[in-house]
């Protein structure tokens, strides 16, 4: 796979996608909260792969930083979710990523708490995100996979809700010690990179 990887760093559309999520981390203070550590919240799906690529490619160029990868199997999909934390451990294990991973019953959560699925979900993976960062000294900051495609869908659905200036400004590539290193990059433009190189990824 690794063979892949440079492939696609070295292909057209490679060099746009690294382009774009250089000037992101270099145009924000990411670059050094990366330099300190950095939790990649790693679904498996596309958007969490490409990350985790870029980051791993930007850690190993600059020869400083840490990077590990984190994935949340929310026993909703059954055989599917044991599939897409099966995936994730092998494809860190072929790159030589640290992987933790950790199972929760998002649905009894859930319905325990009168929350919606997506809700709980995301309440727990920010939980377990701050739990792994506050238990370890070589770790500072979270990356997640929000992309550009993302971004646009946030800003109009806000709009569309009345939120203001705020929500016409959409999601913010730092927050916190929350960082979005694709948030320029588009869905697009990552799922056909992918592709084009036959990289693997999960879809649900």
């Known amino acids: 796979m690794t063979e892949k990887i440079k492939k696609l760093f070295e292909s057209q559309l490679g060099t746009l996608i690294y382009g774009k999520f250089l000037r992101t981390v270099n145009e924000t203070k990411m670059r050094d909260m990366i330099f300190k550590g950095v939790l990649v919240g790693f679904s498996g799906g596309p958007d969490s792969v490409i990350l985790l690529l870029l980051l791993n490619r930007y850690i190993s160029e600059q020869n400083r930083g840490k990077i590990v990868a984190f994935h949340l199997n929310h026993l909703i999909r059954g055989n599917e979710a044991n599939r897409d934390e099966n995936f994730s451990r092998d494809f860190c294990k072929r790159l030589n990523i640290e992987f933790i991973s950790e199972k929760i019953d998002i649905p009894h959560i859930a319905k325990m ?3 919606g699925i997506e809700e709980c979900a995301r309440n727990e993976r920010y939980s377990c995100f701050c739990k792994i960062i506050q238990g370890r000294n070589d770790l500072s900051c979270v990356a997640v996979a ?6 646009i869908e946030t800003v109009l659905m806000n709009i569309l809700r009345g ?5 016409v400004s959409g999601i913010p590539p730092i927050r916190d010690n929350i960082i979005r290193p694709v948030i ?5 433009d ?7 190189f036959d990289i693997p990824f999960v879809t649900d």
């Open 146 to 151: 929000h992309n550009a495609t993302d971004n």
């Open 113 to 115: 708490n009168k929350l």
């Open 190 to 196: 990552i799922v056909r990179a992918l592709t084009e």
């Open 163 to 167: 939120s203001g200036l705020r929500g």
């Open 184 to 188: 320029n990059i588009s869905k697009d």
